[in-house]
């Protein structure tokens, strides 16, 4: 195919999108109006149900808590894959971590970044656990939070070491913290089954609207969804950090 | 705030477009990051705060980190298979 009749094949299907994409919005709702009898719904009965201010975190946890379950898992499976693709390889060997160049010494990073990241460990560790505490009330949730969480451990390897970020993070306790989340959500949805009702139905005391513990099970899977996000996202950081730093192929 | 969202939205459009055109894979990370945050910034700016802490988290630091890990480990490889050329053992 020639680039002239490419083009020529490409000008008239452009034009042909345009009209009907045109045409299309057109006949679209004016930005910011919402339609959806769904949404209005729960922005009208999620408060007086389930004393939850916050409708989204009500929504992943509660009304639509089987999918999340789904989706929790899809991100567990995947922590598993890329560990297992990044495994040391018959043909590989694990060196004690270096810079990249060979026969150079690692370069620290630079007085800026340690002092801004050793300022930010302790106030971003604070932030994500009031984010993973507090979905039910306001913006956030487990997964927001924990993925706060992990990064506040990123910062440990950008402003100290990789052997300190090693040592903060044991691979058993992280390991184990993502397991039992994961696990957690999974069981405290049987908890509502064994009760005689649905499963991942809400069925602990719902709490007073506006306090800490309200929403029944919603603040409980939302810890169970940071442990999990938190412990998942940290094992891909040590992962792929230990395959450029430490993993050396057998030469 | 029309008109917030708007230039954030046109920002949006253009740090897409700015990270397809980018050829080279470092380069095109960065330029991903900053995409990514400002997306998240285009979702706050729409009344979807939940989405944007997670699209900050995940679009703006998490993956960008990720394939820049992915990147540092390609050049190491690439470096030891032409120092191999260099000096046949």
Redo the contacts between chains.
């Keep these: 195919m020639t680039p002239a009749l490419r083009l020529r094949l490409f000008l008239p299907a452009a034009l042909l999108l345009t009209l009907l994409l045109a045409w299309a919005l057109s006949g679209a709702p004016r ?2 109006t919402f339609d959806g009898r769904y949404g209005q719904w729960l922005n009208h009965h999620t408060v007086p149900q389930r004393h939850v201010t ?1 409708v ?2 009500a929504i992943n946890f509660d009304y639509r808590g089987w999918d999340t379950l789904g989706e929790e898992f899809i991100l567990f499976i995947s922590v598993i894959g890329v560990r297992l693709l990044l495994r040391t390889q018959r043909d590989e060997r694990e060196t004690r971590p270096r810079d ?3 026969g150079r010494r690692a370069t620290s990073s630079s007085a800026s970044v340690r002092v801004l990241g050793l300022a930010l460990i302790g106030p971003l560790v604070l932030y994500g656990l009031d ?1 993973v505490t507090h979905g039910q009330l306001t ?3 487990g ?2 939070g924990g ?2 969480l ?2 506040a451990l ?1 910062l440990v390897y950008l402003a100290g070491s990789y052997e300190t970020m090693l040592h903060v993070t044991p691979e058993t306790l992280v390991g184990w913290t993502e397991a039992a989340g994961a696990g957690g959500y999974a069981l405290i949805g049987l908890y509502g089954w064994l009760t005689g009702v649905a499963y991942l139905q809400n069925v602990l005391p719902l709490g007073q609207v506006g306090s800490v513990f309200s929403g029944g099970t919603i603040p409980l899977i939302s810890l169970a969804v940071a442990g999990a996000v938190t412990g998942g ?1 940290v094992l ?2 040590r992962a ?2 230990a ?2 730093l430490q993993v050396r ?1 057998r ?1 | 705030m029309v008109l917030l969202q708007a230039m954030v939205l046109i920002l949006v459009g253009l740090s897409g477009a700015a990270v397809v055109t980018i050829r080279e894979p470092l380069r095109q990370g960065i330029a991903m990051s900053y995409y990514g945050l400002l997306l998240g910034l285009l979702f706050f700016l729409l009344q979807a705060p939940d989405v944007a802490m997670s699209q900050i988290a995940v679009g703006a630091v998490a993956l960008p980190f990720m394939i820049l890990l992915a990147l540092a480990r390609l050049k190491y490889q690439r470096e030891q298979r032409e120092r191999q050329k260099e000096t046949p053992s």
């Design positions: 930005f910011g916050d989204v975190t990249q160049a060979p984010v913006p956030g949730g997964f927001q993925v706060v992990a990064t990123w996202f891909l950081l792929f950090l395959e450029a192929s030469s």
